[in-house]
Each structure stands twice: as C-alpha cells, then as structure tokens.
C-alpha cells in the first residue's frame, strides 16, 4: 500500500462529507495575512507580498516575470490583450476546458476556434491544428487540463512554422512538466488560476508569467488602468484594473512554502486511487504520457461500456454516501449560447462529443486522508456493481 504524507492538522471541525476539494490552509497563511494587515498594505497597489509572491512563483515556473492578477480568467484575458489579439484575430484552442479559456478569447472580440482533444489525456490534440488554421489564425491557446500537461513539441513546432503566438492556460498544472519543462515556461504566457480548488490558492486570483520583458510590462500596466508615465492620469491606453490584493499575495506567499507538498500529496493520491481501482474495466483512468509530469489536479475518470450512460446515477450514489464528485467539462462546440450564436457545430469534435457526458472527478484535495481515499475506492467499487447489475 502507498505510504502517504501525514496530513495537515484540520482548521475546522471535520466535514460530515468527503469534498471533491478543500485548500490546505494553516496558520502560515494567517500569519502572512496579519502581516500584511498590520502594514494596512490591503491593496492590489502597495505591499511587499505582491512582488514577492510574483518572483517566487515565476521562478517556481522557470519564468524570469510574473504579473499578479484578479484571477485565471482575466489572466488570459491580459495575457491576448497583450499579445493584441483582438477582433478579426482566430484562437485555436481546446474545446474541452473550463469555459473561462473560451469567455477570455471572446471579451477581447477575438474568434475562438475549438480543437479536438486526444482520447487518452484529453488534452488538444495538436495533429487537428493544420487542419483549422487559417490566415487569420493568431494564436494557440492550450489548456494543460486535469494537471497533465499538453504534447506541446508539435504545438510548439506548429506555431513556429506558422508564426503564431502560444498562450498556455495552466490553471489546473502548477508544477505539471512537458519534457522537464515546468508549463507556463513553454510558450509566449503562461496564465495561473489560484481559485480555492486551485492546486495552490488565494481564494480568488491569477498569474501571467513570461520570459519575455516587454510582455511582462505590457500586462503590468494593462493589468492596472494602463495609468501614464509621466502623468499618472493621461492613460496610455484602455486598461483593466485586474489587480491581486497585497492580502491575497500574502496568502500566496504562505501558500509557496507548501506547493512542494501539495504537489507530492496530489501525485500520491493518484496513485492509490491507481492501485485501488485499475481492475476495473468500467473505469478510464488518468495516466501519464512519456514527455508528462502529471500533478494530477483532479482526478478525473471516465466511465466505459453500459456503464458510460449512467454517470447521473453513479453520482448521486456516491453523494448518497457522503462522497462529492463533479462531473467532467461540457465542451464549447457542445454549449447552447456557441451554437445558437452560429459560433460552433455540435459535430465539431467528435472526440470531445464521446467524452463529455461519461466523465467525472473524484475527492482529490489535498488534505484527503488515507482513510478517505480508501473509503471512497471501496464505495466507488460498490456502486459501480451494484448500477451494473
Ligand atoms: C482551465 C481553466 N481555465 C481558466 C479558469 C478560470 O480561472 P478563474 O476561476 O480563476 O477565473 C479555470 C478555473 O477556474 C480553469 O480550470
């Protein structure tokens, strides 16, 4: 049996349920939070916490800049307004994500164009981009999902040979690695979410990173009114206030102390559920691609065979015994508001259509205890048998 880490002492009173996710949070972060109140530096303006969590999350990355932000959506959002994709611009880009990566693209009037995914990571499928580009294609937004990263050398390969700029939505891959390369290192911008299921948080907010120095400039100051240089108050152009508060980078900076930990935890996690679930036939389960570091955000399964039409029962099983699940994302060319507006055809991705309504994610926190894990397998195993028989 794995051996796993010792939990973190609980904050609270134990839940009566076993969460799909809950933060690890302890008294770090209320010492980093104090600190940063006792300064009265509360804003996304002044305050120590917000330069320091941004140098040592972009290094934690393998990026020489980081630019703090709201959270992940307006981190995209920054990140295309800042590679000035706009309107006439296309955006291929996974269709199966949160649809936070599709809203970023069109609140800057640029087109989104959907791409398959491949059937094993769920992760775009860079064999599609040729297909779909076209020469008003700008750029390639991928999305390491579920903490796996994307196959990113043909990516990479492609948007060379094409002149396009990469965007890399890594919300769900803190630490997750292409080829020893940590994601957000790998294109123009890597853009974080630290939302509180995020695999570290600040409750709500985000991170641009870059090695290239004008970028990192250019967000730093979209990011914030665009607000002049010589005079403060003659803009320079039309800008955003999507800015972290100083309190929220406290919480960050408590929260890099442990992202070792957490990522560790999450790969020990998957593993069990690995060892305790792998005979069973019904079950897709997460893998690892040879070029992969997979931090296992969630852990997310598909159902297979008969069983792959029943994922609404399974659940409510589940939950029935005090385990929350979340079901897996719809994809864009699968979205009411899409296909009404004539955006995209339900036939678009095939790929993505298969998986869309037998997928879900187990308990993956990082405060799951050996027990929880253990009980959520056994349970997982009975009702999969008994919505069988
Ligand atoms: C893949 C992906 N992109 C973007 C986002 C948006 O991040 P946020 O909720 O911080 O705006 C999320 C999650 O919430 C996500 O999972």
């Known amino acids: 049996m794995t051996t796993l880490l010792a939990p973190p002492a609980p904050r609270a009173r134990p839940l009566q349920r076993i969460p799909v996710a809950a933060p690890w949070l302890d008294a770090r972060e209320d010492e980093f939070v104090r600190e940063a109140m006792s300064t009265g530096a ?24 980081g630019v703090a932000v709201s959270n992940g959506t307006t981190a995209l959002q920054v990140a295309l307004a800042a590679l000035d994709i706009g309107p006439g611009d296309e955006v291929l880009t996974s269709t199966l994500t949160n649809m936070a990566t599709f ?13 398959d ?41 492609f948007a060379r040979a094409h002149n396009l700029r990469v965007i890399e939505d890594c919300a769900e891959s803190h630490g997750a690695e292409f080829n020893g ?11 974080f979410s630290f939302y509180a299921n995020k695999i570290i948080t600040t409750g709500e907010g985000g991170m641009c990173v870059t090695n290239n120095a004008a970028l990192a400039a250019e967000m730093r100051s979209l990011k914030s009114l665009a607000f002049g240089e010589q005079n403060k108050f003659m803009h320079r152009a039309v800008g955003f206030n999507f800015r972290m508060t100083n309190l929220q980078a406290a ?10 930990a957490i990522i560790a935890r999450k790969r020990q996690h998957a593993h069990f559920y690995a060892e305790h679930l792998a005979d069973l036939d019904c079950l897709q389960l997460p893998g690892q691609a040879g070029y992969a570091h997979n931090v296992y955000w969630m852990y997310h399964v598909g159902l297979r065979g008969p069983l792959a039409l029943r994922r609404g029962e399974i659940l409510r099983r589940l939950a029935e015994r005090g385990i929350e699940t ?6 864009f060319n699968l979205q009411e508001i899409f296909l009404a507006k004539g955006l995209t055809r339900r036939d678009a991705c095939p790929v993505a259509n298969e998986a869309a309504y037998r997928t879900f994610y187990l308990p993956s926190g990082p405060t799951l205890t050996e027990a929880q894990l253990a009980y959520v397998c056994d349970h997982l195993r009975e009702v999969l048998t008994e919505t069988a028989a």
């Open 326 to 331: 979340r079901e897996g994302f719809i994809p």
């Open 42 to 65: 509360i804003s996304g303006f002044f305050g120590e916490h917000i330069s320091r969590f941004e140098r040592e999350f972009a290094d934690f990355c393998g990026c020489s800049h």
């Open 103 to 115: 809203f970023a693209v069109l609140h800057q009037g640029a087109t989104p164009v959907p791409v």
């Open 251 to 260: 919480i960050g900076c408590a929260q890099m102390e442990k992202i070792g």
């Open 181 to 191: 390369r940590r994601t957000g290192s790998l294109g123009d911008i890597g853009c």
């Open 117 to 157: 995914i491949e059937p094993d990571t769920f992760n775009l499928d860079p064999t599609q981009l040729a297909r779909l580009r076209t020469p008003r294609t700008k750029a390639i937004l991928v999305v390491h999902l579920f903490g796996h990263p994307v196959n990113m050398g043909p990516v990479l390969e």
